[in-house]
């Protein structure tokens, strides 16, 4: 059986290349191109697409006597994720557009790519696993063993065909083990960091990179309360998420937050903590996973953002791409954009972008 493997250059999916070779496959490495340093303005140096981590992903290929490739999707990823991004960013909203790289480039596009090279599977570096349910006839997608690296939320967006064709040998273990295995086999990259933030916004600073890429200014505006009185001036409404309390620079009697962002208006508007909690959100754009419906109501665990905790709630579908998500108790800060994420134990039910 051949296996593409997509290989970042980082030591996750070194290890993935290294286990599914020492289990007998066929494998061809490849590494994503999805940017450039004038579509991004700044640096690439130290980022997944720069060109020290496609020489380490080289480096490691060679050592392992396999062929590596790498693929340009500089337009396609702008196209499908950095413009999403900026525009749901100036809608007022917090995307998380890793969800839509994985949706959109490692498990469409690359799987296009698997079918051209003539392989059987996709094979990444993420912390997570799939099993086949026999009784369900439905290929699952399940937490990693290791919680603490768990990246099944960012994962939610897989559908039964994608399941069928990726494996992702490193969910049944933990970092340690894989850096351990990583310097077995020699590989440069073998303490090589994490990547932390969003890979086309390297220093972090996601308004300036938006300023950049539309070459524009955001103008400031009026924070206001919620029956309209103005508090302040803000320095432009994209600077500011749902929760936000440093960096507002708003003398009051009591701490102030941001409970709501309205382009429209060019307006904050900020409130009192508990302002923040609620019970209840609408999610789009459904993928569901473990079931192909959700005929009635139905316990879960959600988790409605990266590293948010999980929590009790009963979920309802209203239609082929809506589902409605009920709180057990009240939850703070749900933001639009975001994705909530559903759980029958460790077991991804699905999930849906927040509206």
Same mark, same amino acid.
């Given at each position: 059986m051949r296996a593409l493997i997509a290989m970042s250059g980082g030591v996750d999916s070194s290890v993935a290349a290294g286990i599914m070779k020492e289990k007998g496959y066929d494998c061809i490495g490849c590494t994503m191109r999805l940017y450039a340093n004038d579509m991004i303005g700044a640096d690439l140096t130290d980022t997944c697409c720069s060109l020290e981590s496609i020489e380490d992903a080289k480096s490691v290929t060679y050592s392992m006597d396999i062929p590596h490739y790498v693929i340009h999707y500089e337009q396609l990823f702008e196209k499908e994720v950095i413009e999403p991004f900026v525009k749901e960013y100036e809608a007022g909203k917090t995307p998380n557009p890793c969800i839509e790289?994985?949706?959109?480039?490692?498990?469409?596009?690359?799987?296009?790519?698997?079918? %051209?090279?003539?392989?059987?599977? @996709?094979v990444t570096g993420h912390y997570a696993q799939t099993e086949y349910d026999e009784t369900k006839k439905r290929y699952l997608l399940k937490k990693a063993v290791?919680?603490?690296?768990?990246?099944?939320? @960012?994962? !939610? *967006?897989? *559908?039964? !065909?994608?399941? %069928?064709?990726?494996?992702?040998?490193?969910?049944?273990?933990?970092?340690? *083990?894989?850096? *351990?295995?990583?310097?077995?086999?020699?590989?440069?990259?073998? %303490?090589?960091?994490?990547?932390?933030?969003?890979?086309? @916004?390297p220093d972090g600073d996601y308004v300036s990179f938006?300023?950049?890429?539309?070459?524009?200014?955001?103008?400031?505006?009026?924070?206001i309360d919620k029956d309209?009185? @103005?508090?302040?001036?803000?320095?432009g409404y994209v600077h500011y998420t749902i929760g936000q309390r440093r960096g507002l620079g708003i003398a009051a009697k009591h701490p102030l937050y941001v409970v709501d962002i309205r382009p429209e208006s060019n307006t904050v508007v900020l409130g009192k903590n508990e302002d923040l909690f609620e019970s209840e959100l609408i999610a789009n754009r459904i993928n569901l996973i473990s079931v192909p419906e959700i005929k009635e109501p139905m316990r879960v665990k959600a988790k409605i953002r990266y590293r948010h905790k999980e929590t009790d709630a009963t979920v309802t579908q209203i239609d082929d791409d809506t589902i409605k998500v009920v709180f057990d108790e009240p939850q703070r800060a749900i933001t639009k954009g975001q994705a909530v994420v559903l759980y029958d134990g460790d077991v991804v039910v699905g999930g849906g972008t927040i509206i």
């Amino acid at each position: 059986m051949r296996a593409l493997i997509a290989m970042s250059g980082g030591v996750d999916s070194s290890v993935a290349a290294g286990i599914m070779k020492e289990k007998g496959y066929d494998c061809i490495g490849c590494t994503m191109r999805l940017y450039a340093n004038d579509m991004i303005g700044a640096d690439l140096t130290d980022t997944c697409c720069s060109l020290e981590s496609i020489e380490d992903a080289k480096s490691v290929t060679y050592s392992m006597d396999i062929p590596h490739y790498v693929i340009h999707y500089e337009q396609l990823f702008e196209k499908e994720v950095i413009e999403p991004f900026v525009k749901e960013y100036e809608a007022g909203k917090t995307p998380n557009p890793c969800i839509e790289c994985n949706r959109c480039m490692k498990f469409y596009h690359l799987l296009d790519k698997m079918k %051209e090279l003539d392989c059987d599977i @996709v094979v990444t570096g993420h912390y997570a696993q799939t099993e086949y349910d026999e009784t369900k006839k439905r290929y699952l997608l399940k937490k990693a063993v290791d919680e603490s690296k768990d990246q099944s939320y @960012v994962l !939610y *967006t897989l *559908t039964q !065909y994608q399941l %069928e064709h990726i494996r992702f040998p490193l969910g049944g273990m933990d970092k340690s *083990t894989t850096r *351990t295995i990583a310097h077995e086999h020699g590989f440069k990259n073998a %303490e090589k960091h994490d990547s932390q933030d969003i890979c086309f @916004v390297p220093d972090g600073d996601y308004v300036s990179f938006m300023e950049r890429y539309r070459n524009k200014k955001y103008p400031p505006g009026d924070f206001i309360d919620k029956d309209g009185n @103005v508090l302040g001036r803000h320095k432009g409404y994209v600077h500011y998420t749902i929760g936000q309390r440093r960096g507002l620079g708003i003398a009051a009697k009591h701490p102030l937050y941001v409970v709501d962002i309205r382009p429209e208006s060019n307006t904050v508007v900020l409130g009192k903590n508990e302002d923040l909690f609620e019970s209840e959100l609408i999610a789009n754009r459904i993928n569901l996973i473990s079931v192909p419906e959700i005929k009635e109501p139905m316990r879960v665990k959600a988790k409605i953002r990266y590293r948010h905790k999980e929590t009790d709630a009963t979920v309802t579908q209203i239609d082929d791409d809506t589902i409605k998500v009920v709180f057990d108790e009240p939850q703070r800060a749900i933001t639009k954009g975001q994705a909530v994420v559903l759980y029958d134990g460790d077991v991804v039910v699905g999930g849906g972008t927040i509206i």
